[in-house]
């Protein structure tokens, strides 16, 4: 495959993930992931038992399912036994319960292996591994949306760009933007996203040296990187327009 593909079937793979992280017995959206990388794989359409045998191939690549799995079988499972759990589970209707969360969990430590065995030979870059597909607000936006946003999807930032700079609302501002009475609370969260700056509100001002490319190396973003209590998010530019995000990075994709 293109790199170009590989990116894309990754990203495949890691949205499923974190679909199915958000829904606990939701985890059909993964075995779609996984179908449709077996399609590219095999060339024609199949089963997920067709596509085993290729899909298996490429898992070669990667440690936790194989070596790793066989070095430590009390930990991490092979992607024989990962594959055939996610398989007995697309063939069965009982999606529910605690049948449901070890399908999913052994279709999310199936994608993260896969993930890792697609990306072994692309070159890595900020372009290649960030999302890019970032979520952002606008500061013409109210507080109530921004909350909502970080509640629905458990963000720890999100991002917004106020006049020539790029800020970041975090979880913790938040908080203690809105921990106040009930009257100013909801006074609070009627306020667009620029005022509650201008109010007060804690936030994340990034120079030009915290923002990231998409052409930039991952080894040169982790030697420049300094380890911080709490979350991290890095915002990558669009190359010519910084006004413009081009994606985002966490320490979560470079693991």
């Known amino acids: 495959m293109l790199p170009a593909e590989v990116v894309h079937y990754r990203d495949c793979l890691r949205e499923a993930r974190y679909a199915a992280l958000a829904d606990a017995e939701g985890f059909e959206a993964i075995c779609f992931a996984i179908e449709s990388l077996g399609l590219r794989l095999l060339g024609e359409q199949g089963t997920l038992e067709r596509y085993k045998r290729r899909i298996a191939d490429r898992a070669q690549r990667s440690p936790a399912l194989t070596t790793l799995a066989k070095s430590h079988p009390s930990r991490l499972k092979s ?15 009982m999606h529910i319960g605690a049948y449901a969360r070890h399908a999913t969990e052994a279709a999310i430590e199936l994608c993260i292996g896969l993930e890792e065995a697609l990306m072994a030979d692309v070159d890595r870059t900020v372009g290649n591994v960030m999302i890019t597909t970032p979520v952002t607000v606008q500061p013409w936006q109210p507080i109530a949306y ?17 006049g020539e700079s790029w800020w970041q609302i975090s ?29 007060g509100m804690e936030m994340v001002r990034l120079d030009k040296d915290d923002l990231l490319r998409a052409s930039m190396t991952i080894d040169a973003v982790l030697q420049r990187a300094q380890v911080q209590r709490g979350p991290l998010l890095w915002l990558v530019i669009d190359e010519g327009h910084p006004e413009h995000l081009a994606g985002v990075l966490s320490p979560f994709e470079l693991m």
């Open 146 to 162: 921004a909350r909502q946003l970080m509640l629905m999807h458990s963000f720890s930032f999100l991002p917004v760009r106020i």
């Open 171 to 199: 979880e913790l501002g938040l908080a203690k933007f809105l921990s106040v009475n009930s009257d100013m609370k909801k006074w609070r969260l009627g306020q667009t996203i620029a005022s509650a700056k201008d109010a």
């Open 79 to 93: 992607f024989e036994a990962l594959y055939k759990s996610v398989q007995a589970a697309r063939n069965d209707a």
